[in-house]
T-cell receptor, first 112, second 116 residues
Framework: GQQLNQSPQSMFIQEGEDVSMNCTSS?????WLWYKQDPGEGPVLLIA?????ELTSNGRLTAQFGITRKDSFLNISASIPSDVGIYFCAGLRTGTASKLTFGTGTRLQVTL | NAGVMQNPRHLVRRRGQEARLRCSPMKGHSHVYWYRQLPEEGLKFMVYLQKENIIDESGMPKERFSAEFPKEGPSILRIQQVVRGDSAAYFC??????????????FGPGTRLTVL
């Protein structure tokens, strides 16, 4: 089955830095979701996007739904140690009965 | 306001045994999804159910795997005659609606299955 490509695969940043990651697909999606997963836990929904070009914020997080509907971006500003984890994008296509296609994940590590 | 609940959190089985994983969706949610996650990978869709109906099972292996979401009680993912390759984390998600806007899926904490 298809997976969405996320980059970077992993990143080490210092506390206070801004972080950017993206998610690309060869197919069009009509909904993009961003999740964060901590070790041993399930994914937690961060942001949902429903329209091409939409820019949505949730605290220090900002995500955008790409104009082509084949990509999405997540930015984290002023990172803090609890931002550590794996970030997954997930896309939903019309006519696929709501099954999410997940990205390969971006592992974020924050150093003091 | 309880979230999605899954049990057990950890399950150990020997090859050939059966594994039963349970999922209670969020209150008011009637759509349940099961996903599987191998180490260092993203989640892969298995099956989508509504009450008493399987809507899409395209991601579920044809043999040994089955799922149900009865009128009363939790959704059950059942794996018969488990093999080592079934070792993975199994996540359940639920949503309020199936299509259109506001189709966010909320995930449970997962069941980590280990087959010895």
């Amino acid at each position: 089955g298809q997976q969405l490509n996320q980059s970077p695969q992993s990143m080490f940043i210092q506390e206070g830095e801004d972080v950017s990651m993206n998610c690309t697909s060869s197919s069009i999606f009509n909904t993009w979701l961003w999740y964060k997963q901590d070790p041993g836990e399930g994914p937690v929904l961060l942001i949902a996007l429903y329209k091409a070009g939409e820019l949505t914020s949730n605290g220090r997080l900002t995500a955008q739904f790409g104009i082509t509907r084949k990509d999405s971006f997540l930015n984290i500003s002023a990172s803090i140690p609890s931002d550590v984890g794996i970030y997954f994008c997930a896309g939903l296509r019309t006519g696929t009965a709501s099954k999410l296609t997940f990205g390969t994940g971006t592992r974020l590590q924050v150093t003091l | 306001n309880a979230g999605v609940m899954q049990n057990p959190r950890h399950l150990v089985r020997r090859r050939g045994q059966e594994a039963r994983l349970r999922c209670s969706p969020m209150k008011g949610h009637s759509h349940v999804y099961w996903y599987r996650q191998l180490p260092e990978e993203g989640l892969k869709f298995m099956v989508y159910l509504q009450k008493e109906n399987i809507i899409d099972e395209s991601g579920m292996p044809k043999e040994r795997f089955s799922a149900e979401f009865p009128k009363e009680g939790p959704s059950i993912l059942r794996i018969q005659q488990v093999v080592r390759g079934d070792s993975a984390a199994y996540f359940c998600a639920s949503s309020y609606t199936q299509g259109g806007g506001n189709n966010e899926q909320f995930f449970g904490p997962g069941t980590r299955l280990t087959v010895l």
